[in-house]
């Protein structure tokens, strides 16, 4: 097997581009081998703790010892957010083992934080990080949202005090970690008017308040992720001082489409950690007792398929990160369309491992039994239909701009966007914006097949890659063309035809992501430098398209199989990092 990254190797401070951050090493050997039913992190422990709806406090506690709260603060504030492709990457051994943990432990404070990191002022940004540093939490209280469930069900009012500030009323019926925590950051209505000025951000503690009534209500047990805690909490005639406004008055949804965006590329990015490990359970099920390792035939399809998607959700993944760090003001479009692909990606790689696993995806000890419970917890884990919803409506009323003034038009994004592991300028998301209609990858299409078309005669695989780009471009063409005719009315965003339409340019913009990072690996030593992995992912996103495929060199997927199968063996992860990971 050849090497997977360049420098893709566990490394401390200094470690060339591409290396494993040594937190995120230190934490995977921290967690021990997940499949050891002993290890008091592993999978029986976590499988245990969510059948009795319990948190998992021990591995809570080692978590909180190594300082990962820490990750959720910006570097100039003391703590070790530097940029998020990091913090992914850093967060990658938690959720391969525990959507929950992952959750419930804290990558939720930096989603309440982020409009605080955002907008706030100096004082409010210092004493979030202090509470943080010292191992608090944060609960992020959201306003009500159409399509929504049971954690965007209702919503906050605040109405101004007679005194100044404001007077807080309102309930939720299901907060993460509200019973957990005194500092709160709610997304209030302001404004009885509907319209984008309606809500604001106002941040709430550290420590009770100092009148009225907060009232924490039972405990709400919901069908996944079992082990974090959900609770309702309202507030009664809660004051709070005009400092308490993070930005300014009527800014909440303006706010939320701005900071949303680290959470839209950050879920995707660690959740397919644990998808990775279901098909590490599926080859160790599909390998099991027979000579050589090899597994039937009739499983080939599927393992390399689904490693195929997940090399695909992880470049679009990396490349929403990255793109939050080099072009922070253009990454809107491309934050949106990253959440709202590869949650039914990687549902579909969940309905495709079960028939590899077959029986044992019932089971529920330490080998096969986090199938089950990743199937649970990814619709709450951020991933249902209430946040496709949301990404579908920052997308469609762009399609028409997009498709008059930007698609073969726009200039392509700089190389060092999708390069995995790659050096970043600092985060900084004071700096992200909401507007505009920047796509940054499909200029990256249209050039990759320009490209690609030149090597056509390097061999087969190059060959059926420039043929799967150009079908690419051809239904990026189809999609100008009926973009270009869509109604621009408020609205329309849900109008079927124009749902259809951003269901297929999404796709088209996994396809561009791809491309870029089988293009940005170039004359590397490495798996991701050889089209194998390319020709097989476009291929299945291709077909989803309904899009005609060429037939495919059958080395395609023997590659592919090939490699999956010696990361489970020699223990790296299945993504574009490769690094080493226990058990």
């Given at each position: 097997?050849?090497?997977?990254?360049?420098?893709?190797?566990?490394?401390?401070?200094?470690?060339?581009?591409?290396?494993?951050?040594?937190?995120?090493?230190?934490?995977?050997?921290?967690?021990?081998?997940?499949?050891?039913?002993?290890?008091?992190?592993?999978?029986?422990?976590?499988?245990?703790?969510?059948?009795?709806?319990?948190?998992?406090?021990?591995?809570?506690?080692?978590?909180?010892?190594?300082?990962?709260?820490?990750?959720?603060?910006?570097?100039?504030?003391?703590?070790?957010?530097?940029?998020?492709?990091?913090?992914?990457?850093?967060?990658?051994?938690?959720?391969?083992?525990?959507?929950?943990?992952?959750?419930?432990?804290?990558?939720?404070?930096?989603?309440?934080?982020?409009?605080?990191?955002?907008?706030?002022?100096?004082?409010?940004?210092?004493?979030?990080?202090?509470?943080?540093?010292?191992?608090?939490?944060?609960?992020?209280?959201?306003?009500?949202?159409?399509?929504?469930?049971?954690?965007?069900?209702?919503?906050?009012?605040?109405?101004?005090?007679?005194?100044?500030?404001?007077?807080?009323?309102?309930?939720?019926?299901?907060?993460?970690?509200?019973?957990?925590?005194?500092?709160?950051?709610?997304?209030?209505?302001?404004?009885?008017?509907?319209?984008?000025?309606?809500?604001?951000?106002?941040?709430?503690?550290?420590?009770?308040?100092?009148?009225?009534?907060?009232?924490?209500?039972?405990?709400?047990?919901?069908?996944?992720?079992?082990?974090?805690?959900?609770?309702?909490?309202?507030?009664?005639?809660?004051?709070?001082?005009?400092?308490?406004?993070?930005?300014?008055?009527?800014?909440?949804?303006?706010?939320?489409?701005?900071?949303?965006?680290?959470?839209?590329?950050?879920?995707?990015?660690?959740?397919?950690?644990?998808?990775?490990?279901?098909?590490?359970?599926?080859?160790?099920?599909?390998?099991?007792?027979?000579?050589?390792?090899?597994?039937?035939?009739?499983?080939?399809?599927?393992?390399?398929?689904?490693?195929?998607?997940?090399?695909?959700?992880?470049?679009?993944?990396?490349?929403?990160?990255?793109?939050?760090?080099?072009?922070?003001?253009?990454?809107?479009?491309?934050?949106?369309?990253?959440?709202?692909?590869?949650?039914?990606?990687?549902?579909?790689?969940?309905?495709?491992?079960?028939?590899?696993?077959?029986?044992?995806?019932?089971?529920?000890?330490?080998?096969?039994?986090?199938?089950?419970?990743?199937?649970?917890?990814?619709?709450?884990?951020?991933l249902g239909h209430s946040g496709t919803a949301v990404c579908q409506a920052v997308l469609v009323p762009q399609?028409?701009?997009?498709?008059?003034?930007?698609?073969?038009?726009?200039?392509?994004?700089?190389?060092?966007?999708?390069?995995?592991?790659?050096?970043?300028?600092?985060?900084?998301?004071?700096?992200?914006?909401?507007?505009?209609?920047?796509?940054?990858?499909?200029?990256?299409?249209?050039?990759?097949?320009?490209?690609?078309?030149?090597?056509?005669?390097?061999g087969p695989l190059h060959a059926a890659l420039a043929a799967l780009t150009d079908t690419f471009v051809a239904?990026?063409?189809?999609?100008?063309?009926?973009?270009?005719?869509?109604?621009?009315?408020?609205?329309?965003?849900?109008?079927?035809?124009?749902?259809?339409?951003?269901?297929?340019?999404?796709?088209?913009?996994?396809?561009?992501?791809?491309?870029?990072?089988?293009?940005?690996?170039?004359?590397?030593?490495?798996?991701?430098?050889?089209?194998?992995?390319?020709?097989?992912?476009?291929?299945?996103?291709?077909?989803?398209?309904?899009?005609?495929?060429?037939?495919?060199?059958?080395?395609?997927?023997?590659?592919?199989?090939?490699?999956?199968?010696?990361?489970?063996?020699?223990?790296?992860?299945?993504?574009?990092?490769?690094?080493?990971?226990?058990?």
């Amino acid at each position: 097997m050849t090497a997977v990254l360049a420098g893709a190797t566990g490394a401390g401070p200094g470690a060339p581009p591409g290396a494993e951050p040594a937190r995120a090493a230190a934490l995977e050997a921290a967690l021990g081998d997940p499949f050891e039913a002993a290890n008091p992190h592993g999978y029986q422990a976590l499988l245990r703790a969510d059948e009795d709806r319990a948190v998992a406090e021990v591995t809570e506690a080692l978590l909180a010892d190594a300082g990962l709260a820490a990750e959720f603060v910006p570097h100039d504030l003391g703590g070790g957010l530097t940029d998020l492709e990091r913090l992914a990457r850093v967060l990658r051994p938690v959720f391969r083992r525990d959507l929950a943990l992952g959750y419930g432990f804290g990558i939720t404070s930096l989603f309440a934080a982020s409009s605080v990191w955002t907008a706030g002022d100096d004082a409010q940004r210092r004493t979030l990080a202090r509470g943080l540093l010292a191992g608090g939490r944060v609960s992020i209280v959201h306003r009500e949202v159409a399509h929504a469930n049971a954690i965007l069900r209702n919503e906050l009012r605040a109405t101004p005090a007679p005194g100044g500030g404001f007077l807080l009323n309102g309930r939720k019926d299901a907060v993460i970690n509200a019973d957990r925590t005194d500092t709160f950051v709610a997304y209030a209505r302001t404004s009885a008017q509907a319209g984008p000025d309606s809500h604001s951000v106002l941040l709430l503690g550290p420590g009770p308040a100092a009148a009225g009534t907060v009232r924490r209500g039972a405990r709400v047990e919901t069908p996944g992720m079992r082990g974090a805690r959900f609770t309702g909490i309202e507030f009664d005639a809660v004051p709070l001082g005009a400092d308490a406004l993070v930005g300014r008055l009527g800014e909440g949804v303006s706010l939320a489409l701005r900071s949303f965006q680290i959470s839209h590329c950050l879920i995707p990015g660690t959740v397919l950690a644990a998808v990775g490990s279901v098909l590490r359970q599926a080859a160790r099920a599909a390998t099991e007792g027979r000579a050589g390792g090899r597994p039937a035939r009739r499983w080939h399809r599927t393992l390399a398929g689904v490693f195929a998607d997940l090399l695909a959700c992880d470049a679009m993944a990396v490349t929403g990160l990255r793109a939050l760090s080099l072009l922070p003001q253009q990454a809107y479009l491309l934050a949106a369309a990253v959440k709202y692909t590869m949650p039914d990606l990687l549902r579909e790689d969940l309905e495709e491992l079960s028939t590899v696993l077959g029986a044992r995806g019932y089971d529920r000890g330490p080998l096969y039994g986090s199938f089950q419970k990743l199937a649970r917890d990814l619709p709450v884990a951020g991933l249902g239909h209430s946040g496709t919803a949301v990404c579908q409506a920052v997308l469609v009323p762009q399609l028409p701009a997009l498709a008059r003034t930007t698609w073969f038009r726009g200039a392509e994004p700089p190389p060092e966007l999708f390069l995995p592991g790659g050096p970043l300028p600092p985060f900084d998301p004071r700096r992200l914006a909401h507007a505009g209609t920047d796509d940054l990858l499909t200029a990256t299409l249209v050039g990759a097949a320009e490209r690609l078309a030149q090597r056509r005669s390097a061999g087969p695989l190059h060959a059926a890659l420039a043929a799967l780009t150009d079908t690419f471009v051809a239904e990026l063409r189809t999609l100008r063309t009926r973009c270009a005719a869509l109604p621009t009315a408020p609205g329309t965003t849900f109008d079927p035809v124009a749902c259809a339409l951003v269901d297929r340019y999404a796709l088209v913009m996994a396809a561009a992501a791809c491309a870029g990072v089988y293009e940005g690996q170039a004359g590397a030593d490495s798996f991701l430098a050889d089209p194998a992995w390319a020709v097989l992912a476009l291929s299945r996103i291709a077909r989803r398209l309904g899009a005609p495929v060429p037939e495919l060199p059958a080395e395609a997927q023997g590659a592919v199989l090939d490699e999956v199968l010696g990361r489970c063996r020699e223990g790296l992860s299945l993504d574009l990092y490769g690094t080493p990971v226990a058990g």
